[in-house]
């Protein structure tokens, strides 16, 4: 709805829907910066009227010490501080460098290092946001949108950069794949997207049968950094050449 009420300048419900959806699925919360990055001042209005709104009307029907906990486990979950989880459905770039460079059950590591694990992690995030930061930079008055891609690809960072990202998060990608998909008629991107959404369903499906083999428990990893790839070469190809996209 976000993005259907985006493309048809209907900035208030646009804004409205980004802060229910934030409300509902908390780890979308970093998209806030979006419109924000994008001096949107409308929309930016919207959403923080719709976040009061949404997070009162929480607040009223479930309690005051309810909503605290649930916003107290959130910042337990991703915060930094709360380690490195190797556990297999943890597909994040954490998760990935954790099993790689921490001893855990699930399969031999290439050393006990924690904390090269923890900077590696850190470094490739970062890298990952400024990447987002050029590609979604504001554009020009009549310069090509892409917004569509714009927020696939905010959706697929916040998977592979929150330190705590469950394989069922990855549906939140599906942005990020959709928008890739009809903006290309390349096969060999359409190639890229289709073994994406393989690494990242054969991660959820079979990573059990894949325990003892530390690389390949990092599957659905493998399938979002693609999908960024892709999607952040569609931002660059459209802005260059296509007179419109998503």
Known sequence: LYLLWSQSKRVLAAGLS??????LKPIAAPLIAYPIWRRDLKQIVALIVGLLVTVAGTIVLTGPQVAAQYVQNLWNVTAPSAGIVTFPPNQSIF???GRAFTVHEYGPSLSNLPELARLLSIA???LLVLGVAFLTWPRKNG????R???VGLIMVTINLIIPTTWYHHMVISCIALIAA???TTSWRSRFWLLAALVLINAQGLLWHQFVGQTFLL???TYGLLILYAVTAAQIVYTLRVRPSAI
Not at 18 to 23: E, N, P
Not at 143 to 146: A, F, L
Request: aromatic share 12%.
């Open 95 to 97: 998760g990935f460098f």
């Open 181 to 183: 998909w009809q903006a």
């Open 218 to 220: 990092s599957l659905g």
């Open 148 to 150: 569509g891609l714009e």
């Open 124 to 126: 490739l995030s970062a």
């Open 143 to 146: 310069e090509p949108s892409s």
């Open 18 to 23: 980004l802060a229910a959806g934030i409300v």
